[in-house]
């Protein structure tokens, strides 16, 4: 998600220095590799580790700098032009990767590097796998591990320290397993491999194998640490100055401790004695850094996707009803808002972006297990609204107008679940769309059969050869059919339908990482995280399954002027269908978002009696679950929520 402020900074200091070390005799590099990930391959990385923010000026999540010796550019999607283009100074040329005729940072470096170039990289924060794929592309030029950030050489003092915040501990009644539970899981994957040992070297993933919490990261209840199962121990790298009795307790005799910065002298160890080798190798996510495989050695590790990540990703009975359950609290807080709203901007009151991205936090801090936000909240005004992961400057954003678009993009943590909600609205209805802006006909999924991902299409669909297909009948059945309909809808915004949201744990759940191959030659549907909608190939590895957690989050935006999107945070489940093609079954989606959609900005001419029909379900769902929660706490809310969920 988005940062907050959006203010220009004079990088030529920064630069100069960087390539005064690039020219370094005993470095000589002609180029250096900035991605925004830290050694955890965390999306959003702490303070202390944003150093392509830092080099940049761009502190948009996603992206990645090239720097050579004449020239500097920054590589992101289409969810950061605009910010980019408002944050990058005279120094940087934007690379809007995407877009037709723009290389990925991948293909650009072989392509306009001179033959012989040395191109440096933290090996901590590049994948191994990428490492490999890059090796190969540049030919005569040279990939070059560097033992010393450059970055962080320049960045010196003011650099910020890591945090070393206590862990706590998530009890079962929140997490729905206990830890020997899932370190025995995990140990029936290691037998499936014949491997000795797995690495686990994400942050989610161990926060959720551990059944610990911490908050190293802003937003993120995560904890800066490794671990290592093998079939008899398990053990945590981790500050010791971040452990309590209670997680002692917690542990028992399953898991040993050990130092934060031991965990690579560890791998080596187990080289070195000779517990590791090829035929009994070590298992990696294939998330895992290059420096990660150097301590092995490539022949003595097993590349595969993370069994961590497609465990964790199917959420169990107990964590399924958190998630519906803190999904109605959270409503409380948006219905507390937005009547809050609208109330202050007929009565007169000039309020901007931050203060109502404030009050909406103080609503949802006085909800029961509510922890923190889940991101930075997208409080975003007019034109700002098109500016798709927006987050204001406190001293320096817009005034919310009841003649503009109002989106709002937020969501929270509670100890049993995680929230992420986008509603778009207006005092007036100012906005009428045309028929190829329909975005909530959009974001209402219909069922797809298992081991495939399909969407709920409610526009009317003409193909190449002049197919129709109605929403009501469409099942996608190859990948063909849905290049199509990704040509008619995907190209409509810039970012992914859905993404995994973990259970009290990354809004984002697996890498949604931009350090992977991007194209947009063919669009299709495919996953991202290990789950998610969206139009990253490389990640399409996983299937939608039941107990996943996925949001859905179509949305079109007006550079400029405006910007509208609806998401609601949905639950893979079994479903029983009027027919079953294959005798395979299908999968749908339960809804858990509790938060109206404006019905005076929709055109309720182009809905059909089966839209409207799932539009007054849904209110009426909203309606009975969260009213009840603000009767005696807040009047202006429940008139608000019942003149909302009207039937229409």
Same mark, same amino acid.
């Given at each position: 998600?988005?940062?907050?402020?959006?203010?220009?900074?004079?990088?030529?200091?920064?630069?100069?220095?960087?390539?005064?070390?690039?020219?370094?005799?005993?470095?000589?590099?002609?180029?250096?590799?900035?991605?925004?990930?830290?050694?955890?391959?965390?999306?959003?990385p702490?303070?202390?580790?944003?150093?392509?923010?830092?080099?940049?000026?761009?502190?948009?999540?996603a992206?990645? %700098?090239?720097?050579?010796?004449?020239?500097a550019?920054?590589?992101?999607?289409?969810?950061?032009?605009?910010?980019?283009?408002?944050?990058?100074?005279?120094n940087?040329?934007?690379?809007?990767?995407?877009?037709?005729d723009?290389?990925?940072?991948?293909?650009?470096?072989?392509?306009?590097?001179?033959?012989?170039t040395?191109?440096?990289?933290?090996?901590?924060?590049?994948?191994?796998?990428?490492?490999?794929?890059l090796?190969?592309?540049?030919?005569?030029?040279?990939?070059?591990?560097?033992s010393?950030?450059?970055?962080?050489? *320049?960045?010196?003092s003011?650099?910020?320290?890591?945090?070393?915040?206590?862990?706590?501990?998530?009890?079962?009644k929140?997490?729905?397993?206990?830890?020997?539970?899932?370190?025995?899981?995990?140990?029936?994957?290691?037998? /499936?491999?014949?491997?000795?040992?797995?690495?686990?070297?994400?942050?989610?993933?161990?926060?959720?194998?551990?059944?610990?919490?911490?908050?190293?990261?802003?937003?993120?209840?995560?904890?800066?640490?490794?671990?290592?199962v093998?079939q008899?121990?398990?053990?945590?790298?981790?500050?010791?100055?971040?452990v309590?009795?209670?997680?002692?307790?917690?542990?028992?005799?399953?898991?040993?401790?050990?130092?934060?910065?031991?965990?690579?002298?560890?791998?080596?160890?187990?080289?070195?004695?000779?517990?590791v080798?090829?035929d009994?190798?070590?298992?990696?996510?294939?998330?895992?850094?290059?420096?990660?495989v150097?301590a092995?050695?490539?022949?003595?590790?097993?590349?595969?996707?993370?069994?961590?990540?497609?465990? /964790?990703?199917?959420?169990?009975?107990?964590?399924?009803?958190?998630?519906?359950?803190?999904?109605?609290?959270?409503?409380?807080?948006?219905?507390?808002?937005?009547?809050?709203?609208?109330?202050?901007?007929?009565?007169?009151?000039?309020?901007?972006?931050?203060?109502?991205?404030?009050?909406?936090?103080?609503?949802?801090?006085?909800l029961?297990?509510?922890?923190?936000?889940?991101?930075?909240?997208?409080?975003?005004?007019?034109?700002?609204?098109?500016?798709?992961?927006?987050?204001p400057?406190?001293?320096?954003?817009?005034?919310?107008?009841?003649?503009?678009?109002?989106?709002?993009d937020?969501?929270?943590?509670?100890?049993?679940?995680?929230?992420?909600?986008?509603?778009?609205?207006?005092?007036?209805?100012?906005?009428?769309?045309?028929?190829?802006?329909?975005?909530?006909?959009?974001?209402?999924?219909?069922?797809?059969?298992?081991?495939?991902?399909?969407?709920?299409?409610?526009?009317?669909l003409?193909g190449?050869?002049?197919? *129709?297909?109605?929403?009501?009948?469409?099942? *996608?059945?190859?990948?063909?059919?849905?290049?199509?309909?990704?040509?008619?809808?995907?190209?409509?915004?810039?970012?992914?339908?859905g993404?995994?949201?973990?259970?009290?744990?990354?809004?984002?759940?697996?890498?949604?990482?931009?350090?992977?191959?991007?194209?947009t030659?063919?669009l299709?549907?495919?996953?991202?995280?290990?789950?998610?909608?969206?139009?990253?190939?490389?990640?399409?590895n996983?299937?939608?399954?039941?107990?996943?957690?996925?949001?859905?989050?179509?949305?079109?935006?007006?550079?400029?002027?405006?910007?509208?999107?609806?998401?609601?945070?949905?639950?893979?489940?079994?479903?029983?269908?009027?027919?079953?093609?294959?005798?395979?079954g299908?999968?749908?989606?339960?809804?858990?978002?509790?938060?109206?959609?404006?019905?005076?900005?929709?055109?309720l001419?182009?809905?059909t009696?089966?839209e409207?029909?799932?539009?007054?379900?849904?209110?009426?769902e909203?309606?009975?679950?969260?009213?009840?929660?603000?009767?005696?706490?807040?009047?202006? %809310?429940?008139?608000?929520?019942?003149?909302?969920?009207?039937?229409?």
């Amino acid at each position: 998600m988005g940062a907050k402020g959006t203010q220009r900074v004079d990088t030529s200091e920064r630069l100069a220095r960087l390539r005064a070390l690039m020219q370094q005799q005993d470095v000589n590099l002609g180029a250096v590799v900035v991605p925004s990930e830290d050694e955890h391959s965390s999306e959003y990385p702490s303070e202390a580790d944003k150093r392509r923010a830092f080099i940049s000026g761009f502190n948009g999540s996603a992206g990645c %700098a090239v720097v050579t010796l004449r020239n500097a550019f920054l590589f992101t999607d289409g969810r950061y032009f605009l910010q980019a283009e408002q944050q990058l100074d005279e120094n940087w040329t934007l690379m809007k990767q995407g877009l037709p005729d723009v290389p990925t940072w991948q293909d650009f470096l072989p392509k306009n590097l001179d033959q012989g170039t040395r191109v440096g990289i933290d090996p901590t924060l590049i994948l191994a796998t990428d490492a490999q794929t890059l090796t190969k592309s540049l030919g005569n030029s040279e990939l070059v591990p560097l033992s010393q950030n450059p970055v962080d050489v *320049v960045w010196g003092s003011e650099r910020p320290q890591r945090p070393k915040n206590p862990v706590s501990v998530l009890d079962v009644k929140y997490s729905g397993e206990t830890l020997r539970s899932k370190l025995d899981r995990a140990r029936q994957e290691l037998a /499936k491999k014949n491997a000795v040992a797995l690495a686990v070297t994400l942050l989610d993933e161990v926060a959720w194998l551990f059944n610990l919490r911490g908050t190293d990261i802003d937003f993120n209840p995560v904890f800066f640490a490794y671990a290592v199962v093998k079939q008899d121990s398990a053990v945590l790298f981790i500050d010791k100055t971040q452990v309590d009795d209670a997680v002692l307790t917690h542990f028992d005799q399953d898991v040993e401790i050990r130092p934060y910065g031991a965990f690579l002298p560890y791998l080596k160890d187990l080289v070195e004695t000779g517990l590791v080798k090829k035929d009994k190798p070590v298992l990696l996510g294939d998330k895992t850094s290059l420096a990660v495989v150097h301590a092995l050695g490539e022949e003595n590790v097993v590349s595969v996707p993370s069994p961590v990540a497609a465990m /964790k990703a199917i959420k169990n009975s107990t964590e399924m009803e958190g998630f519906r359950q803190c999904h109605i609290r959270d409503g409380v807080a948006l219905a507390r808002y937005f009547a809050w709203l609208e109330e202050q901007l007929h009565n007169g009151f000039v309020l901007n972006e931050s203060q109502g991205a404030d009050k909406l936090e103080e609503f949802r801090s006085e909800l029961d297990l509510f922890r923190g936000l889940s991101f930075t909240t997208i409080s975003s005004a007019g034109p700002n609204a098109a500016i798709i992961h927006y987050s204001p400057d406190p001293d320096n954003c817009a005034i919310i107008a009841k003649d503009q678009i109002y989106l709002c993009d937020s969501g929270g943590q509670y100890l049993d679940g995680t929230t992420d909600v986008t509603r778009t609205w207006a005092s007036t209805a100012i906005v009428k769309f045309k028929s190829d802006h329909r975005v909530t006909s959009l974001s209402i999924p219909l069922f797809f059969p298992p081991g495939r991902l399909f969407h709920r299409i409610r526009n009317r669909l003409v193909g190449k050869k002049g197919f *129709v297909a109605r929403w009501s009948g469409l099942q *996608v059945c190859s990948s063909l059919f849905m290049t199509w309909i990704g040509l008619i809808i995907w190209t409509k915004y810039r970012h992914g339908t859905g993404h995994g949201v973990g259970h009290f744990l990354n809004v984002h759940e697996g890498i949604c990482r931009f350090l992977g191959r991007y194209t947009t030659a063919k669009l299709t549907a495919c996953l991202k995280g290990p789950q998610g909608i969206g139009t990253r190939i490389t990640y399409n590895n996983t299937a939608l399954k039941p107990g996943m957690t996925v949001s859905n989050e179509p949305g079109y935006y007006a550079d400029g002027k405006w910007g509208i999107r609806i998401e609601n945070v949905v639950i893979v489940r079994e479903v029983k269908t009027p027919n079953n093609f294959g005798k395979n079954g299908y999968n749908g989606f339960e809804r858990v978002t509790m938060c109206p959609i404006q019905i005076s900005l929709i055109d309720l001419s182009i809905l059909t009696a089966e839209e409207k029909k799932w539009l007054n379900d849904y209110h009426a769902e909203v309606a009975s679950k969260v009213g009840p929660l603000l009767e005696g706490k807040d009047a202006r %809310a429940q008139v608000w929520l019942r003149r909302q969920c009207l039937a229409i």
